[in-house]
């Protein structure tokens, strides 16, 4: 009996310490541990950023990187972010970027800090250089409830099929509400994804509240700056992200359609299109659609298609034109369409006109707004203009394979029928550049 209590004492004396580096009266642990980890592609070649959150400061942003036996240290920084509602609840972001990353190599890592780390997560890193074919699934409109897509999304991630994800934007349905713990759900929501590949992102409409300070707060993108406009290089494609918000929140200021027209012509004009000869340009509402309700797009012309409203200026259709923009894909409709390559809504004939897609002359639209979310399911008119190819409103979610330097796979995914392909189509551009030369050339 005494041996009893001797052990009972000891045991309980060896307990008692702090385990790891938390010093004695540390917050408690769920104040402290990570959270909503997720991934971004960094601003140069091999490296990758990672973002998560705590509730409270920790004073250290650390994420371990674990490669054949050893371990890696990457350290960052962290800032406080209060949401804008009536609570007026914060939450500390943190930011480490992962350097000299090995290509095409799988990582395991964690993050935190001496008060707390998160699960042992695993990451894949993008194949250096351009000669490859990346494989990216993208979507638009997923919100915690209703995230039909999201699943087979999660699946698909899990067995190595996508190198990278794009949201075009409305996240959470809002990221805002119940003074941001919506949000907060969402990102623990997208974590088995996000924490695997590169999770790229653009604002939309549902993220507007408090000047989109949400969504600045919560996505890390290459470049950004907080201006909500980017771009990057995957393999053989330059991808570039723009907010469509700038033309409708005109109350937060003139400024941003400005310096996103200015910054938006610049880098589309620096492309090397013997490097990266495609481009593919998203956002989140689209310059064309077919759908039935009272949107833009409908019954109104779309601001980021012709320009703000009387004035017609820092419209980005002609500018698609002059670089040669070769897919744009946009969401907010709760559905997928495909057009036709389409210019001032007009047709513009391919070289073969039984073959659209291949070589064609203007930039080809594709819509995927229809992830799943509590809104549900957005309709489309009877009208079906002669630029519209293919309509559905299945929840689901595209697959973007691009097989080198002059096919890309475009694929729609129906959740709805179990993860079936309703729609496939392969663009092929042999002649990339603008299309406005081509018209000079009389190739048309």
């Known amino acids: 009996m005494t041996k009893l209590v001797l052990l009972l004492v000891l045991v309980s004396h060896v307990t008692s310490y702090p385990t790891g580096d ?96 998160s699960d042992v997560l695993e990451m894949k890193t993008l194949p250096s250089g351009e000669n490859w074919s990346p494989r990216l699934a993208v979507f638009g409109d997923m919100g915690n409830e209703n995230a039909v897509s999201l699943p087979l999304i999660q699946r698909e991630v899990g067995e190595g099929v996508y190198d990278a994800v794009i949201h075009v934007g409305d996240m959470a349905y809002d990221m805002a509400e119940d003074n941001g713990e919506r949000g907060d759900i969402f990102m623990e929501q997208i974590e088995p994804i996000a924490s695997m590949v590169p999770y790229m992102t653009c604002p939309g409409n549902h993220e507007y509240h408090y000047n989109f300070s949400n969504y600045k707060a919560r996505f890390n993108m290459p470049g950004d700056n907080r201006n909500m406009f980017f771009s990057f290089n995957i393999g053989p494609v330059h991808f570039v992200s723009v907010s469509t918000e700038f033309y409708y929140f005109l109350n937060y200021g003139l400024k941003p359609v400005i310096a996103q027209y200015t910054w938006l012509e610049k880098d589309l004009a620096s492309v090397d299109r013997s490097k990266h000869p495609w481009i593919v340009l998203f956002g989140h509402r689209p310059m064309y659609c077919t759908n039935d309700d009272r949107d833009d797009c409908t019954r109104f012309e779309t601001r980021t298609r012709t320009g703000l409203p009387l004035i017609k200026w820092w419209g980005l259709e002609q500018l698609l034109m002059d670089y040669g923009v070769d897919l744009a894909l946009w969401a907010h409709e709760h559905s997928y369409e495909r057009l036709l390559p389409t210019f001032n809504r007009t047709v513009v004939p391919s070289p073969d006109m039984l073959h659209p897609y291949t070589d064609p002359l203007a930039p080809v639209h594709i819509t995927t707004g229809s992830a799943g979310c509590r809104e549900k399911h957005d309709g489309f008119s009877p009208n079906h203009p002669d630029w519209s190819a293919f309509r559905s409103t299945d929840y689901g979610y595209t697959r973007l394979q691009v097989d080198n330097a002059t096919h890309i796979r475009v694929q729609q995914v129906s959740a709805e029928k179990d993860g079936a392909v309703i729609d496939d189509v392969w663009l092929v551009q042999h002649n990339h550049g603008s299309f406005n030369k081509k018209f000079v050339n009389n190739e048309l």
């Open 22 to 117: 938390a010093p004695i009266g540390s917050p408690p642990l769920d104040q402290v541990q990570p959270r909503h980890v997720h991934l971004a592609l960094g601003e140069t070649p091999h490296t990758m950023s990672v973002t998560w959150s705590t509730v409270d400061r920790t004073m250290e942003s650390i994420a371990l990187l674990y490669d054949e036996g050893q371990e890696e240290q990457c350290t960052g920084s962290a800032t406080q972010f209060v949401d804008g509602g009536e609570k007026h609840l914060s939450q500390w972001i943190h930011k480490v970027v992962m350097t000299k990353l090995k290509g095409n190599h799988t990582y395991r890592y964690r993050v935190g800090s001496g008060l707390g780390w």
